[in-house]
């Protein structure tokens, strides 16, 4: 990838990187927040337990997402040729993927392997 296009992608990765740990911290002070409610009867607990689960999700999601989008700026900060390419077929990621998800690690036929894969 040229010059120009790596460091246009670097300013996304870290935009992406500086939200996602925006999000972050917003999540885990909502479940602090949820763990210092009151609860009065079993429907809080239900209601609690349904809460904490679901920001539980999200934040291991946002966890892994950083984790991805740290993978992709070691790529840039490493070694430039890596960033852009998939890590299954080792062909490059279409610059179409790129734009809408930068810290792409697989080609769309390769994710769509793992996902099929996964679905098993």
Known sequence: MERLDIDHFLKLLEDAKREVETNLNHLRDELMGLE?????????????????????????????????????????????????????????????????KPFALYCISCREMIEEEKSK
């Open 36 to 100: 210092r409610s009151e609860i009065r009867d079993e429907g809080d607990i239900a209601s609690m337990s349904s809460e904490r689960h679901r920001y539980a999700l999200l934040i291991d999601h946002c966890k892994e997402e950083l984790k991805e989008i740290e993978h992709a700026l070691d790529k840039i900060e490493n070694n430039r040729e890596e960033f852009g390419v998939c890590e299954m077929c080792q062909d490059e990621i279409p610059i179409e993927r790129l734009l809408v």
